[in-house]
């Protein structure tokens, strides 16, 4: 089991360029998160998704966008960056099981300048 | 609305002693999970201990234990026997139970010091 794995793992973007950041888990869960982490901050979620063709926004989802085709891979699309986008993107997913826990992938680090 | 309140930015701890980190939250739910991850310098999230609040006893694993109080709504996190590779930042986090959704705290660094 390669668990949850993202890419990239840095990337610098200039201001008003688009991306995707890819997340893919191999644990058959349901449950998919994408989160961003502010320096000294704690993790705020953006959007997740409960199964393949179901998503829905989280605390901060202005400015992204994501898309849930398979149950494996849950991409999280940056238009027209900003430098407020700056942040470290964490990947988690977990299984319906409500005592399951979250599992989180290494993350990516993306300036905006 | 719930949050989640850690309100102990930074601590530091000599090997081999005991430190407890705070976690407060509130909620107006009767049935619901509680978390510590831990992030080290690597910036992997590593689940630590989990507490469901339905159980009195508190969670433990190996040196990491709980203290739950749940009419106090307080879920602090003991590290016994403290060592180098402890130092991170460590998340206390809630979830309603039958949802999906997290909430964390802003996190707590720790520093073992040799």
């Known amino acids: 089991n390669a668990g949850v794995t993202q890419t990239p793992k840095f990337r610098i973007l200039k201001i008003g360029q688009s991306m995707t950041l890819q997340c893919a888990q191999d644990?058959?869960?349901?449950?998919m998160y994408w989160y961003r982490q502010d320096p000294g901050m704690g993790l705020k979620l953006i959007y997740y998704?409960?199964?393949?063709?179901?998503?829905d926004k989280g605390e901060v989802p202005n400015g992204y966008n994501v898309s849930r085709s398979t149950t494996e891979d849950f991409p999280l699309r940056l238009e027209l960056a900003a430098p407020s986008q700056t942040s470290v993107y964490f990947c988690?997913?977990?299984?319906?099981?409500?005592?399951?826990?979250?599992?989180f992938g290494p993350g990516t680090r993306l300036t905006v300048l | 609305a719930q949050t989640v309140t850690q309100s102990q930015p930074e601590m530091s701890v000599q090997e081999a002693e005991t430190v407890t980190l705070s976690c407060t939250y509130d909620?107006?739910?009767?049935?619901?999970?509680l978390f510590w991850y831990k992030q080290p310098p690597s910036r992997q999230m590593i689940l630590v201990i989990r507490?469901?609040?339905?159980?009195?006893q508190n969670a433990t694993e190996n040196r990491f234990s709980v203290n739950f109080q749940k009419a106090a709504k307080s879920f602090s996190l003991k590290i016994s026997d403290s060592q180098l590779g402890d130092t991170a930042m460590y998340f206390c986090?809630?979830?309603?139970?039958?949802?999906?959704?997290?909430?964390f705290g802003t996190g707590t660094r720790l520093k073992v010091l040799a």
């Open positions: 644990m058959n869960h349901n449950y």
């Open positions: 998704s409960v199964g393949a063709g179901i998503t």
């Open positions: 507490q469901e609040a339905y159980k009195q």
């Open positions: 909620t107006s739910e009767n049935n619901y999970y």
């Open positions: 986090a809630f979830m309603k139970s039958g949802t999906y959704k997290y909430i």
């Open positions: 988690a997913s977990k299984a319906p099981i409500s005592t399951d826990t979250q599992y």
